[in-house]
């Protein structure tokens, strides 16, 4: 017997209204209702952080979090903050300072950095480090990303504003 539930959220600035099964996770929902892939399920034990979105604000892990927990919320994810340019000095950094790797993890370390820089305008290399400690990347060290975001921080304290970030040709 399968019972759906309506919920109703905000995903990315837009209003939207589902049934959804009262076991479905927002990872699944934004991945397969919404198409949103940058929500990426690795662990699905909120260990890993590639499915971090933004739930009114707060970084949350997606797959760890139902559905229905997020109707009436406002979610966004990589998608949305990359279409609104709120991470464009972010993913503009990751690719300066060689911070991205595969990109399976990549989605939710912006998701933290964003969050973190929302809390505390020039945070210690030693709290990007700690913010960074729910996401997991078998690809490489995090140096590189804690440099990235160091940088993001100064630059943003320093006034300077960054355009939309789009990749370049190879």
């Known amino acids: 017997m399968s019972t759906t539930l309506s919920i109703s959220l905000s995903v990315n600035g837009e209003e939207i209204t589902r049934l ?15 198409q949103l892939t940058g ?9 890993c952080g590639a499915c971090l979105v933004l739930l009114d604000g707060r970084p949350v892990h997606a797959c760890l979090t139902f559905a229905v927990q997020a109707s009436g919320a ?12 709120a991470i464009a000095d972010l993913q503009r950094a990751f690719h300066e300072r060689n911070a991205l790797q595969c990109g399976f993890c990549t989605p939710g370390m912006l998701v933290t950095a964003h969050g973190l820089l929302a809390r505390e305008t020039l945070p210690s290399r030693a709290e990007i ?13 995090y140096e590189a990303i ?9 630059r943003r304290a ?3 504003v960054s355009a939309a970030f789009l990749e370049e040709p190879a």
């Open 39 to 47: 929500t990426h399920t690795g662990c699905e034990m909120g260990v």
């Open 158 to 160: 320093a006034g300077e």
């Open 20 to 34: 959804v099964e009262p076991r479905e996770t927002l990872a699944d929902f934004l991945r397969r209702d919404l």
């Open 74 to 85: 406002a979610v966004e994810t990589v998608e949305g903050l990359t279409e609104s340019a």
């Open 146 to 154: 804690v440099d990235a975001i160091e940088t993001v921080a100064r």
């Open 129 to 141: 480090r700690d913010a960074l400690s729910g996401n997991y990347c078998r690809c490489t060290g």
